[in-house]
C-alpha cells in the first residue's frame, strides 16, 4: 500500500488537514492503475482555493520513484493559447509528443502520440490543472484521451473549479460526457470545517470563530488571512492577500507586480525585462511565500492572489508593464512567441497595432488547431478596431470570424458576421464576392431554422453568379442550393442542382464541391427517393466520404458522418448507424467541429431510444440540450427522445419539451424537421386516448410524407391513426412492419420488430392481437422495459377478454429491476463494475462498509452468481437498471 503524507488546509507548516479521504482516494486509483495497467481519468472539481492544486501536489510528491508525473496547467488569458498546457508537457517529456504538439497537429494526431508517451516505461499520473480556463483542442485532447484511457496505464487528473461552470461552459458540457464512462470518477474536495480552523488558527492566536465565519473554511482564504500578522481578520481575500503583500519592500513590492501582470508565470528572462532593477528581490518573495518556483520561472501560488494583486496596480503601472511584456515577448529568446500571449498583452496596454498584427495571426493558428472557439474570440479582438483596416481586409475577417462561430454552433454570431462582410463586398462593388457572402449567409441562416430567408439567399447568390463567368462560387452556390433542397427531402430539386454543381466542379477539378454534390445526390438515394435502391445512395455516401477523407476536407467528412448516421437511422438499421454516429463523433471530436458533433449526438440518443435503453437516452438528449439552441436540428431530436421517454414511462412533463420541438419544426416546414416531431406528438397523444389530438398530429405531416415518398414515416403516422380509429388507407411506400400490422399480421409484424432491434414497437405488435397468450408477452415486455401507459392498454384488452389474476403493475422502483433488488442493492450493483473495494462503493454512499458486505451478498444471491465480476455481466445483459435508468456498468 502507497503511503502519503496525512491529512489541507496546509498552512504555514505545510501540515493538510482534512483531506485523508481525497488523498486516499488518489491512492486508491493510481494502484488500480498499477494493478491492472489500465488507466483512470479523475476529475476533482471544486471552487477556487479549496486546495486541488495542494492536494495534487501533496499526492504527487508521496507517489515516489516508480510513478512519473507530468503536469500541466491552462491560462487564465483572455483568450487561451491553443493546447497551451500540453506545450509544458510535451517540453519536459520530449520526443514525438514535443515534435508533435509544436507542429500544430490536431487533438487526434496529439493523442496517439500523447498515449503512445504514456505507455512507455513506468506508471504515468498526468495531471492537468485549471481545466476550466482550456482552450477547444485541449478539451478535445481531454474528450480523447478519456476514452482510450484504458489502453494506457495512467491516472488522468484534471482539475477545475465548478463554481465557475455556467450551463453553456464547454467544460460543463464535456464533463456531461465523460461521466458516462465507467473509468472516469470524481473527487470534491471539502471546506474545512470550524475544528480544522481553529487548529491552523491556534498558533496564531486569533479568533477562531470569527476566522471561520469570514472564510466559510476556504482553505486559501484561510492560510492568507493567517498571514498577513495584522490586527483583526480581512473581509476577503483580496484584502489578505494585499495585507501580505504590503509587508514587502519596494523593490519587492515591484517585482511582484511584475509578475501578476504575466499569468500564469513569469520567465526569469522575462523579469529582466520588466523589472529589471527589482530582480534582486526575487529571494524576498519567495521566502514571503507570496511566489512560487516553478519551470524555468516563477508565479504565484494561487491565482486568487495573482488576480488581487494585479488589480491592485495603478492603471498607468499596469500598462506600461504590458508594453514591456508584449515587446519582451514579441521576440523571446528561444522559438516562436506564443500568439495568444502578445495578443493578451497587447490588449491589455492598448497597443491597436499590435492587436491588429498578432490577433488574426493568433485565430488562423487557433483555427489550424482545431481551436474554433478561440478563433472566433481572436477575430473578435481584431474587428472591435476595423475602423482601421482597409474595407476588403475588414471583410476577410469577418468571413473568416463567421466561419469559426458557424463551426462551434454560434449561429446568431456566424450570421451577424457574414452579413456585416456582405455589406463591406457591396460597399467596394465586388460582385463576385458578393454572391459568395450571399451563399454563405443562406448556409448559415439554414441552420437555426431560418429556412425562408436561407432559401432567399442562395437564390440572389445563384442569380448573381450566373451573370457572371463561371467559376467556384457559382458552383458552391448549385451546391448549396442542392444541401438545401436535400435538408427539405425535395429529392427532385436537390438531384437537380447537385448535377449543376458537379458538371461545373468536374470542369473546374474542384474536388471539394465535387463531394459537396456527390453528399446531397447520396443523401436523397439513400433514402430511396430518386428511383434508385437505396443501398446504391449508401454505397455512394460511402464513397464520398473516402474522397473527402483522402482530400482532407474536414467538413465534407462530418458531413458525410451526418448523412450516412442519419440515413442509416432513419430507416431503422441500427448496425450501420451505431457504426457511423461512433465513427463521427469521433472524427468530430478530433477536429472541433462542436455543430456537427452536435447533430451524431442527438442522433445517438434516438438510437438508444429506439433500442429499448431510454434511461441512456435521456441522459444523452440532456446532455445536447445543455448548449443553448443554435442549429434546431439537434435540438429537435433531442426534445422528441426527452419527451417519448417521459411519455413512454408515464412520466409527468411529456408535453413541454414535445410542443417545444414542433414549435422548432413547424415554421419551417421541412420534413426532416417535422418528422420526428409530429410522430412524438401523435404517440403521446395514443398513449393519453386523446384520438382528436392525434389527428391533428398526423394530418398535414402524413401528407407531406406521402408527397415525398417517406415509407417510415408515413408507415408511423398512418399506424398512429390506425390505432385511434380513425380510418384511412395505408401510404403504398409504408414500411414492411407497418404493412404487416394493418394486414393484421400481428405475429409476422412483431417478429419483424425484434429482428430490427425495437423491442418497443415489437410489444405494440403483439398488443394488436386479439388472444390472451401474445396480449400477455406484450404486457410482460412493456412493464419490463417501464412502459406504463402501453401495458395499461394492454391490460385493458385483457380484462376484457375475461382475463383475471393479471400481473401487478410493477412498483416505479422495480420496473426495470426483475432480479427484485432493493434501491440501496441497485446503488452498490452500479459500482461493483469499477476496480472499487467494499470502503470505496461505502464511501461513494456514504454507509458502512459492513453494510456494503451484506448488500454485495445479497446481490449474488439474487442473481444467482459467484462472483462482483459476474454480477455487473448479468445486470449489463439483463439491463438491470435503478430509477433513473441507469444501467450496472459491464465489467
Given at each position: 500500500?502507497?503511503?502519503?503524507?496525512?491529512?489541507?488546509?496546509?498552512?504555514?507548516?505545510?501540515?493538510?488537514?482534512?483531506?485523508?479521504?481525497?488523498?486516499?482516494?488518489?491512492?486508491?486509483?493510481?494502484?488500480?492503475?498499477?494493478?491492472?495497467?489500465?488507466g483512470q481519468v479523475l476529475l476533482v472539481g471544486g471552487e477556487a482555493g479549496i486546495g486541488k492544486t495542494t492536494l495534487l501536489r501533496r499526492f504527487c510528491e508521496g507517489c515516489g520513484q516508480s510513478v512519473r508525473v507530468l503536469w500541466g496547467a491552462c491560462d487564465p488569458l483572455f483568450t487561451p493559447s491553443p493546447?497551451?498546457?500540453?506545450?509544458?508537457?510535451?517540453?519536459?517529456?520530449?520526443?514525438?509528443?514535443?515534435?508533435?504538439?509544436?507542429?500544430?497537429?490536431?487533438?487526434?494526431?496529439?493523442?496517439?502520440?500523447?498515449?503512445?508517451?504514456?505507455?512507455?516505461?513506468?506508471?504515468?499520473?498526468?495531471?492537468?490543472?485549471?481545466?476550466?480556463?482550456?482552450?477547444?483542442?485541449?478539451?478535445?485532447?481531454?474528450?480523447?484521451?478519456?476514452?482510450?484511457?484504458?489502453?494506457?496505464?495512467?491516472?488522468?487528473?484534471?482539475?477545475?473549479?465548478?463554481?465557475?461552470?455556467?450551463?453553456?461552459?464547454?467544460?460543463?458540457?464535456?464533463?456531461?460526457?465523460?461521466?458516462?464512462?465507467?473509468?472516469?470518477?470524481?473527487?470534491?474536495?471539502?471546506?474545512?470545517?470550524?475544528?480544522?480552523?481553529?487548529?491552523?488558527?491556534?498558533?496564531?492566536?486569533?479568533?477562531?470563530?470569527?476566522?471561520?465565519?469570514?472564510?466559510?473554511?476556504?482553505?486559501?482564504?484561510?492560510?492568507?488571512?493567517?498571514?498577513?500578522?495584522?490586527?483583526?481578520?480581512?473581509?476577503?481575500?483580496?484584502?489578505?492577500?494585499?495585507?501580505?503583500?504590503?509587508?514587502?519592500?519596494?523593490?519587492?513590492?515591484?517585482?511582484?507586480?511584475?509578475?501578476?501582470?504575466?499569468?500564469?508565470?513569469?520567465?526569469?528572462?522575462?523579469?529582466?525585462?520588466?523589472?529589471?532593477?527589482?530582480?534582486?528581490?526575487?529571494?524576498?518573495?519567495?521566502?514571503?511565500?507570496?511566489?512560487?518556483?516553478?519551470?524555468?520561472?516563477?508565479?504565484?501560488?494561487?491565482?486568487?492572489?495573482?488576480?488581487?494583486?494585479?488589480?491592485?496596480?495603478?492603471?498607468?503601472?499596469?500598462?506600461?508593464?504590458?508594453?514591456?511584456?508584449?515587446?519582451?515577448?514579441?521576440?523571446?529568446?528561444?522559438?516562436?512567441?506564443?500568439?495568444?500571449?502578445?495578443?493578451?498583452?497587447?490588449?491589455?496596454?492598448?497597443?491597436?497595432?499590435?492587436?491588429?498584427?498578432?490577433?488574426?495571426?493568433?485565430?488562423?493558428?487557433?483555427?489550424?488547431?482545431?481551436?474554433?472557439?478561440?478563433?472566433?474570440?481572436?477575430?473578435?479582438?481584431?474587428?472591435?478596431?476595423?475602423?482601421?483596416?482597409?474595407?476588403?481586409?475588414?471583410?476577410?475577417?469577418?468571413?473568416?470570424?463567421?466561419?469559426?462561430?458557424?463551426?462551434?454552433?454560434?449561429?446568431?454570431?456566424?450570421?451577424?458576421?457574414?452579413?456585416?462582410?456582405?455589406?463591406?463586398?457591396?460597399?467596394?462593388?465586388?460582385?463576385?464576392?458578393?454572391?459568395?457572402?450571399?451563399?454563405?449567409?443562406?448556409?448559415?441562416?439554414?441552420?437555426?431554422?431560418?429556412?425562408?430567408?436561407?432559401?432567399?439567399?442562395?437564390?440572389?447568390?445563384?442569380?448573381?453568379?450566373?451573370?457572371?463567368?463561371?467559376?467556384?462560387?457559382?458552383?458552391?452556390?448549385?451546391?448549396?442550393?442542392?444541401?438545401?433542397?436535400?435538408?427539405?427531402?425535395?429529392?427532385?430539386?436537390?438531384?437537380?442542382?447537385?448535377?449543376?454543381?458537379?458538371?461545373?466542379?468536374?470542369?473546374?477539378?474542384?474536388?471539394?464541391?465535387?463531394?459537396?454534390?456527390?453528399?446531397?445526390?447520396?443523401?436523397?438515394?439513400?433514402?430511396?427517393?430518386?428511383?434508385?435502391?437505396?443501398?446504391?445512395?449508401?454505397?455512394?455516401?460511402?464513397?464520398?466520404?473516402?474522397?473527402?477523407?483522402?482530400?482532407?476536407?474536414?467538413?465534407?467528412?462530418?458531413?458525410?458522418?451526418?448523412?450516412?448516421?442519419?440515413?442509416?437511422?432513419?430507416?431503422?438499421?441500427?448496425?450501420?448507424?451505431?457504426?457511423?454516429?461512433?465513427?463521427?463523433?469521433?472524427?468530430?471530436?478530433?477536429?472541433?467541429?462542436?455543430?456537427?458533433?452536435?447533430?451524431?449526438?442527438?442522433?445517438?440518443?434516438?438510437?438508444?431510444?429506439?433500442?429499448?435503453?431510454?434511461?441512456?437516452?435521456?441522459?444523452?438528449?440532456?446532455?445536447?440540450?445543455?448548449?443553448?439552441?443554435?442549429?434546431?436540428?439537434?435540438?429537435?431530436?433531442?426534445?422528441?427522445?426527452?419527451?417519448?421517454?417521459?411519455?413512454?414511462?408515464?412520466?409527468?412533463?411529456?408535453?413541454?419539451?414535445?410542443?417545444?420541438?414542433?414549435?422548432?419544426?413547424?415554421?419551417?416546414?421541412?420534413?426532416?424537421?417535422?418528422?420526428?416531431?409530429?410522430?412524438?406528438?401523435?404517440?403521446?397523444?395514443?398513449?393519453?386516448?386523446?384520438?382528436?389530438?392525434?389527428?391533428?398530429?398526423?394530418?398535414?405531416?402524413?401528407?407531406?410524407?406521402?408527397?415525398?415518398?417517406?415509407?417510415?414515416?408515413?408507415?408511423?403516422?398512418?399506424?398512429?391513426?390506425?390505432?385511434?380509429?380513425?380510418?384511412?388507407?395505408?401510404?403504398?411506400?409504408?414500411?414492411?412492419?407497418?404493412?404487416?400490422?394493418?394486414?393484421?399480421?400481428?405475429?409476422?409484424?412483431?417478429?419483424?420488430?425484434?429482428?430490427?432491434?425495437?423491442?418497443?414497437?415489437?410489444?405494440?405488435?403483439?398488443?394488436?392481437?386479439?388472444?390472451?397468450?401474445?396480449?400477455?408477452?406484450?404486457?410482460?415486455?412493456?412493464?419490463?422495459?417501464?412502459?406504463?401507459?402501453?401495458?395499461?392498454?394492454?391490460?385493458?384488452?385483457?380484462?376484457?377478454?375475461?382475463?383475471?389474476?393479471?400481473?401487478?403493475?410493477?412498483?416505479?422502483?422495480?420496473?426495470?429491476?426483475?432480479?427484485?433488488?432493493?434501491?440501496?442493492?441497485?446503488?452498490?450493483?452500479?459500482?461493483?463494475?469499477?476496480?472499487?473495494?467494499?470502503?470505496?462503493?461505502?464511501?461513494?454512499?456514504?454507509?458502512?462498509?459492513?453494510?456494503?458486505?451484506?448488500?454485495?451478498?445479497?446481490?449474488?444471491?439474487?442473481?444467482?452468481?459467484?462472483?462482483?465480476?459476474?454480477?455487473?455481466?448479468?445486470?449489463?445483459?439483463?439491463?438491470?437498471?435503478?430509477?433513473?435508468?441507469?444501467?450496472?456498468?459491464?465489467?
Open positions: 500500500m502507497r503511503s502519503v503524507a496525512p491529512g489541507i488546509g496546509a498552512g504555514a507548516s505545510g501540515v493538510l488537514l482534512e483531506r485523508s479521504a481525497e488523498l486516499s482516494t488518489l491512492v486508491g486509483c493510481l494502484e488500480a492503475v498499477e494493478r491492472s495497467a489500465r493546447l497551451g498546457p500540453l506545450l509544458e508537457v510535451a517540453e519536459r517529456s520530449g520526443g514525438e509528443l514535443k515534435a508533435v504538439v509544436e507542429h500544430g497537429a490536431m487533438p487526434h494526431a496529439v493523442v496517439m502520440a500523447l498515449a503512445r508517451e504514456l505507455s512507455a516505461g513506468a506508471p504515468t499520473v498526468f495531471v492537468l490543472e485549471d481545466v476550466h480556463w482550456a482552450d477547444e483542442a485541449t478539451l478535445d485532447v481531454l474528450r480523447l484521451l478519456a476514452r482510450r484511457v484504458e489502453t494506457v496505464p495512467a491516472l488522468v487528473v484534471a482539475s477545475y473549479r465548478d463554481d465557475e461552470l455556467d450551463r453553456a461552459h464547454p467544460l460543463r458540457i464535456l464533463l456531461g460526457e465523460l461521466a458516462r464512462g465507467r473509468t472516469v470518477r470524481r473527487l470534491k474536495p471539502a471546506r474545512l470545517s470550524p475544528g480544522a480552523v481553529t487548529q491552523l488558527a491556534e498558533p496564531y492566536g486569533v479568533d477562531a470563530d470569527e476566522l471561520y465565519r469570514k472564510t466559510a473554511g476556504n482553505p486559501f482564504f484561510v492560510v492568507e488571512a493567517l498571514a498577513t500578522k495584522a490586527e483583526g481578520i480581512p473581509d476577503t481575500v483580496r484584502d489578505a492577500v494585499l495585507a501580505r503583500a504590503a509587508r514587502l519592500t519596494p523593490d519587492g513590492g515591484r517585482l511582484l507586480e511584475a509578475v501578476a501582470v504575466v499569468p500564469p508565470k513569469a520567465e526569469l528572462w522575462l523579469l529582466e525585462a520588466l523589472a529589471s532593477d527589482a530582480v534582486d528581490s526575487l529571494d524576498e518573495c519567495l521566502t514571503s511565500g507570496m511566489l512560487v518556483a516553478q519551470v524555468a520561472g516563477v508565479g504565484f501560488r494561487h491565482e486568487l492572489a495573482r488576480l488581487a494583486v494585479e488589480e491592485s496596480v495603478p492603471p498607468y503601472r499596469g500598462v506600461e508593464l504590458h508594453r514591456r511584456a508584449l515587446a519582451a515577448l514579441a521576440d523571446p529568446p528561444g522559438g516562436a512567441p506564443d500568439l495568444a500571449r502578445l495578443v493578451h498583452h497587447a490588449e491589455a496596454a492598448g497597443d491597436v497595432d499590435a492587436i491588429l498584427q498578432f490577433a488574426p495571426a493568433a485565430a488562423a493558428r487557433a483555427a489550424s488547431l482545431g481551436a474554433y472557439r478561440e478563433a472566433a474570440a481572436q477575430y473578435s479582438r481584431a474587428l472591435r478596431f476595423g475602423d482601421r483596416l482597409p474595407v476588403g481586409l475588414r471583410a476577410e475577417l469577418l468571413e473568416r470570424r463567421s466561419h469559426a462561430c458557424y463551426l462551434t454552433d454560434q449561429n446568431d454570431a456566424a450570421v451577424e458576421a457574414i452579413q456585416a462582410a456582405l455589406g463591406y463586398r457591396r460597399q467596394l462593388g465586388q460582385r463576385l464576392e458578393e454572391g459568395d457572402s450571399l451563399r454563405w449567409l443562406s448556409q448559415v441562416l439554414w441552420c437555426p431554422g431560418r429556412t425562408a430567408e436561407a432559401e432567399q439567399a442562395a437564390r440572389a447568390a445563384v442569380t448573381l453568379l450566373e451573370a457572371l463567368p463561371p467559376g467556384r462560387e457559382l458552383a458552391m452556390a448549385y451546391a448549396n442550393r442542392a444541401h438545401l433542397c436535400a435538408a427539405a427531402a425535395r429529392a427532385e430539386e436537390a438531384v437537380a442542382w447537385a448535377g449543376q454543381a458537379l458538371e461545373l466542379a468536374e470542369r473546374l477539378d474542384d474536388t471539394e464541391i465535387a463531394v459537396h454534390a456527390r453528399i446531397s445526390i447520396g443523401a436523397v438515394a439513400a433514402e430511396g427517393r430518386v428511383g434508385a435502391p437505396a443501398a446504391e445512395g449508401m454505397r455512394k455516401l460511402e464513397q464520398s466520404l473516402e474522397l473527402a477523407r483522402r482530400a482532407g476536407l474536414t467538413e465534407q467528412v462530418a458531413r458525410a458522418y451526418i448523412v450516412l448516421a442519419g440515413s442509416a437511422l432513419g430507416d431503422r438499421r441500427y448496425g450501420a448507424a451505431t457504426r457511423w454516429l461512433q465513427a463521427g463523433i469521433d472524427y468530430c471530436s478530433d477536429h472541433g467541429l462542436e455543430r456537427d458533433r452536435r447533430y451524431l449526438l442527438a442522433w445517438r440518443a434516438r438510437l438508444e431510444l429506439d433500442q429499448g435503453r431510454w434511461g441512456t437516452a435521456s441522459q444523452s438528449a440532456a446532455a445536447v440540450l445543455r448548449t443553448p439552441r443554435a442549429s434546431i436540428t439537434p435540438h429537435i431530436v433531442a426534445l422528441v427522445v426527452l419527451g417519448l421517454v417521459r411519455a413512454r414511462r408515464g412520466d409527468p412533463g411529456q408535453w413541454a419539451p414535445l410542443e417545444e420541438a414542433w414549435a422548432l419544426a413547424e415554421p419551417g416546414g421541412e420534413l426532416p424537421r417535422l418528422a420526428p416531431a409530429a410522430a412524438a406528438r401523435a404517440e403521446a397523444a395514443w398513449l393519453e386516448g386523446d384520438w382528436h389530438a392525434v389527428a391533428e398530429a398526423t394530418e398535414d405531416t402524413l401528407r407531406l410524407a406521402v408527397e415525398r415518398r417517406w415509407g417510415w414515416l408515413a408507415g408511423e403516422l398512418a399506424d398512429w391513426r390506425r390505432r385511434a380509429g380513425l380510418g384511412g388507407e395505408l401510404p403504398a411506400e409504408s414500411a414492411e412492419p407497418y404493412v404487416l400490422q394493418a394486414a393484421g399480421e400481428w405475429a409476422r409484424a412483431a417478429e419483424r420488430w425484434r429482428e430490427i432491434g425495437c423491442p418497443y414497437e415489437a410489444a405494440l405488435a403483439l398488443a394488436d392481437a386479439g388472444e390472451e397468450e401474445p396480449l400477455r408477452r406484450a404486457l410482460e415486455e412493456l412493464q419490463r422495459l417501464g412502459a406504463r401507459p402501453a401495458a395499461d392498454v394492454v391490460a385493458r384488452r385483457l380484462r376484457e377478454l375475461g382475463v383475471r389474476r393479471l400481473p401487478r403493475r410493477p412498483r416505479r422502483a422495480t420496473a426495470a429491476n426483475p432480479a427484485g433488488l432493493t434501491a440501496r442493492e441497485l446503488e452498490v450493483l452500479a459500482l461493483l463494475g469499477g476496480d472499487l473495494r467494499n470502503a470505496d462503493i461505502a464511501a461513494r454512499l456514504h454507509i458502512a462498509e459492513k453494510t456494503v458486505d451484506h448488500h454485495v451478498s445479497a446481490i449474488l444471491a439474487k442473481l444467482g452468481v459467484r462472483s462482483r465480476r459476474e454480477a455487473a455481466r448479468v445486470a449489463a445483459e439483463r439491463r438491470i437498471r435503478d430509477e433513473d435508468g441507469e444501467t450496472a456498468p459491464p465489467r
